[in-house]
Every structure is written in C-alpha cells, then in structure tokens.
T-cell receptor, first 110, second 117 residues
C-alpha cells in the first residue's frame, strides 16, 4: 500500500464546499486512490475512487494531481450529514485489502 | 453498490461465552469477505479475509482459534468470538468485495457492537 497522509481534522460551514486533501507521494503508476467515510458508529461508506483522471459522482468529486502524489476530495455543498471521518486509501496494485489510517474528521458547522 | 447486513447489530454477553456474528451480502455474490474490528476512537483494523469455500486468512496478531470465520456461501460469512473476554469488546464490521469494470470496491456492513461483561 502507498502511505497516505491526511490532516487529522477540518471544519466546513454548511452549504460550502469541503475540500479534503490527501498526500500519497509514494503511490505507484497503477495504484488507485479510494475514498471512504465513516459516520459515527456506522460501517464505512464508499465514496469514490480514481487512477489519474478527475472523477465525479453523485456524492463527490476527486481531483488527482498530474504527478499523482496527492488528491483532493470535494464535497460541493456540505451538509450536517456529511460530518464523518474521511479515509483516503491507496491499496497496492492488484491488492484489494484496504488499510485504514486515521483519516480526517470533518465537522460541518451550521 | 452492494447491500450488506450484519446480525446482530449489538450484543452483550458474559465473559467466557461465545458469540456469533453474521454478515450477509443481500444483492451480491461475494467471493471475498473481510472482517474488521474497531476499538473506540481508533481506526478499522483488518482481522481476516475469507474466500467462499476455503479457510480464512488471518492478519498477524489475530488468533484464528479465537475468532472463527466461516464463509460457507457466496452470501453469508460468520465470525464467532469464542470464549469472549472484556478485551474483545469492540465494533466488528464486515465488508464484501465488488469488482466492476476492473475496479475493486468494498461495501461495508453496518457493524456489530460487542460488549463483554
């Protein structure tokens, strides 16, 4: 797995975009980046993943830098229900085991 | 994504008893399931990987004789905590692996909170 580094916590005002960064400078060329989130006392929820192109789905957008050493998860209009711990994970190429780090605790503030 | 259920959602038991937790993939045939545990204020830790019809692969430090995993079908995996002790109190979460278009995604169950008195 590539090591990932995330800030331990972030605040975001309700209705504003939440931008969560992740550093994965040791990622290899064919390793994907996955994002999950865990709302308190629930199982993790898959959000999005990408390889090198930016991705968007109904939940979020994923921006990956050209050198692939970092990425940003964007929640375009954060709501109180988006308060959770967000995990950025880069399992090794060909691996399907997810190693969860400490993630970023996002607090959406009214 | 796949819908994953766990039963029970919470359980309280006495020290020394065994507890079985079920994980079901409701709309997806899961050849691979994973079991994690999460202690308070900590991240998820992978315990074991189970493939349908074969023995589970345990992570280092996880006792296979204490945490029995059975993956008898493509939709059901069970985790049995044998002779549970208070230090086994934790949040146990299963996940199923999905493969679509060459990607790997995991879909998680809601978790089971075990409290051992």
């Amino acid at each position: 797995d590539a090591k990932t580094t995330q800030p331990p916590s972030m605040d975001c005002a309700e209705g504003r975009a939440a931008n969560l960064p992740c550093n994965h400078s040791t990622i290899s060329g064919n390793e994907y980046v996955y994002w999950y989130r865990q709302i308190h006392s629930q199982g993790p929820q898959y959000i999005i993943h990408g390889l090198k192109n930016n991705e968007t789905n109904e939940m979020a957008s994923l921006i990956i830098t050209e050198d692939r050493k970092s990425s940003t998860l964007i929640l375009p209009h954060a709501t109180l229900r988006d308060t959770a711990v967000y995990y950025c994970i880069a399992p090794g190429a060909g691996s399907y085991q997810l190693t969860f780090g400490k993630g970023t605790k996002l607090s959406v503030i009214p | 994504g796949a819908v994953v259920s766990q039963h029970p959602s919470w359980v309280i038991c006495k020290s020394g008893t065994s507890v079985k937790i079920e994980c079901r993939s409701l709309d997806f045939q899961a050849t691979t399931m994973f079991w994690y545990r999460q202690f308070p204020k900590q991240s998820l830790m992978l315990m074991a990987t189970s493939n349908e019809g074969s023995k589970a692969t345990y992570e280092q430090g996880v006792e296979k004789d204490k945490f029995l995993i059975n993956h008898a079908s493509l939709t059901l995996s069970t985790l049995t905590v044998t002779s549970a002790h208070p230090e086994d109190s934790s949040f146990y979460i299963c996940s199923v692996r999905g493969v679509a278009g060459g990607y790997n995604e995991q879909f998680f169950g809601p978790g089971t909170r075990l409290t051992v008195l």
